[in-house]
């Protein structure tokens, strides 16, 4: 099992800039497992939305909304993810939530709690 703990989250003004970082923990088993690390988000009243992943590897994939605003990347020897969010905006306001999986899963074995981010304009 798997246990991913969210921190960065916070209240900014539109334009600011936020961290968010994702550190796994368990069984080294279980965390060698794991291939893929993400950020998701949920607004209220929205479906929950891909923000970005990486690979083990460091091969990324960002949702089409935050494409040159937000980086994600990735310290394997400390297994933390990190979203670097730029350019925020109010219709970034969203909980954020860390995933993660193992390698030709589809789906996601692994999440967070949530960390709130929120933009004020």
């Known amino acids: 099992q798997v246990q991913l703990v969210e921190s960065g989250g916070g209240l900014v003004q539109a334009g600011g800039s936020l961290r968010l970082s994702c550190a796994a923990s368990?069984?080294?088993?279980?965390?060698?497992?794991?291939?893929?690390m993400g950020w998701y988000r949920q607004a209220p009243e929205k479906q929950r939305e891909l923000v970005a992943y990486i690979t083990r590897g460091g091969s990324t994939n960002y949702g089409d909304i935050v494409k040159g605003r937000f980086t994600i990347s990735r310290d394997n020897a400390k297994n933390t993810v990190y979203l670097q969010m730029n350019s925020l905006k109010p219709e970034d306001t969203a909980v954020y939530y860390c995933?993660?999986?193992?390698?030709?899963?589809?789906?996601?074995?692994?999440w967070g709690q949530g960390t709130q981010v929120t933009v004020s304009s």
């Open positions: 368990g069984s080294i088993f279980s965390i060698n497992a794991i291939n893929d």
């Open positions: 995933a993660a999986r193992r390698k030709m899963i589809l789906s996601w074995d692994y």
